[in-house]
């Protein structure tokens, strides 16, 4: 099993930039792909990037496509979303999610993952 905590979030002005870190404990978090996702109140969860258990493949969210970036350093069983630009509309609860796979396979569906952190908030205000 492997234990997820996120951190790095709060209250931004419009335009604005946060990183959010994606701590692991537990095992091995370099055989994991990670991903993010958000829900803001009201609405379903949303994905939002995804890693690579070798940090070699990304995907992000359209969305958010030019604004944020996701990496990992396996070194420090840590995963990082980093959200420039950011937007009213990014307001919402962060969660990062993980799950032991083999290949180098990107996850974009919540059911695939099989880990998932407490969440950060992020708001942001215009």
């Known amino acids: 099993q492997v234990q997820l905590v996120e951190s790095g979030g709060g209250l931004v002005q419009a335009g604005g930039s946060l990183r959010l870190s994606c701590a692991a404990s537990?095992?091995?978090?370099?055989?994991?792909?990670t991903g993010w996702f958000r829900q803001a109140p009201g609405k379903e969860r949303e994905f939002v990037a995804a890693?690579?258990?070798?940090?070699?493949?990304?995907y992000t969210a359209e969305s958010v496509k030019g604004r944020f970036t996701i990496s990992r350093d396996n070194a420090k069983n840590t995963v990082y979303l980093q959200m420039n630009s950011l937007k009213p509309e990014d307001t919402a609860v962060y969660y990062c999610a993980a799950k032991e796979i083999a290949a180098h396979s990107i996850l974009t569906q919540a059911n695939e993952y099989d880990y998932w952190g407490q969440g950060t908030q992020v708001t942001v205000s215009s």
């Open positions: 537990g095992r091995t978090f370099s055989s994991y792909a």
């Open positions: 890693v690579s258990w070798s940090g070699g493949f990304t």
